[in-house]
């Protein structure tokens, strides 16, 4: 099992916790995944990886053995951004309105999972030129990951599911730097759903070409990528009502 002291003194890690500790008062606790300890009954009893928990108190960080060094530096950078004034998701309410708010709150629940992939395109950009971590094993590690993924949804082929489609546009974008590691499956996927990879390409571009190096930029670049999901899902001509809860969907920013 890793040593997490020692792991916090390496350079890298105090720079990245100097980085968050800068921006943020509140206080961070870094401990293993075998210290974690279900608190709220929708917790999990274990954690699978590495994690970062906001709580009412603080940031707790939680490590696992696998790539300490990246997952500490990853899971750091994420409550940096929060502190940064990154922008927040959000349904506007005025534009949700003829929602129900079953609807609403589950839809802003997966929203928060997306929010967090298009935030790794600005934390892996972090990890390696500001902090100087190897990405080569890191993508090769979340490649396996990511290959099991698109695999499973390729065999279960959940058919004309829009909201899988749209989920699966934003996976795709987040395998797109490091799809040299996954490119048996990405080429499997563009054969199942030619109009979806294009789609993903067309999103993968809007992010080299936009940048997430400040709030502003992400927020611009967030957008742009909501547009094109729901391009994609008109495309697909799917439920109208559930693609306007995408309209409907903005990335306030924090500050
Ligand atoms: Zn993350």
């Not at 489609?165 to 934003?170: F, G, M, V």
């Not at 094109?228 to 008109?234: Q, T």
Request: aromatic share 10%; charged share 25%; proline share 5%.
């Amino acid at each position: 099992m890793i040593d997490v002291a020692e792991l916090l003194k390496r350079p890298s890690v105090e720079k990245a916790m100097a980085t968050l500790t800068n921006s943020s008062n509140r206080p961070v606790t870094v401990k293993h995944v075998s210290q974690w300890v279900k608190t709220q009954p929708a917790d999990p009893e274990f954690l699978p990886g590495a994690a970062y928990v906001r709580t009412e108190h603080g940031d707790d960080i939680y490590v696992a053995d696998v790539l300490p060094e990246h997952m500490l530096i990853h899971e750091l950078i994420h409550p940096t951004l929060f502190a940064e004034g990154y922008p927040d998701v959000r349904v506007s309410e005025g534009a949700a309105y003829r929602f129900t708010s079953e609807k609403r709150q589950w839809f802003i629940g997966y929203l928060d999972g997306i929010l967090n992939q298009l935030e790794h395109h600005e934390v892996h950009r972090r990890m390696a030129e500001d902090f100087g971590l190897d990405m080569v094993p890191y993508f090769r590690f979340k490649g396996e990951h990511s290959s099991a993924q698109l695999t499973q949804i390729i065999r279960t082929q959940p058919a004309n599911n829009w909201l899988s489609r749209q989920k699966e546009s934003i996976d795709i974008l987040e395998m797109m730097p490091y799809r040299v590691h996954v490119w048996k499956s990405l080429n499997e996927y563009e054969r199942y759903s030619p109009q979806t990879y294009s789609r993903c390409k067309r999103m993968f571009e809007i992010v080299q070409s936009m940048s997430f190096k400040a709030p502003h930029e992400a927020q611009a670049t967030y957008r742009a990528i909501r547009d094109e999901v729901i391009r994609l899902g008109e495309e697909f001509r799917m439920d109208e009502q559930l693609n306007d809860l995408w309209r409907a969907m903005d990335f306030p920013l924090e500050s």
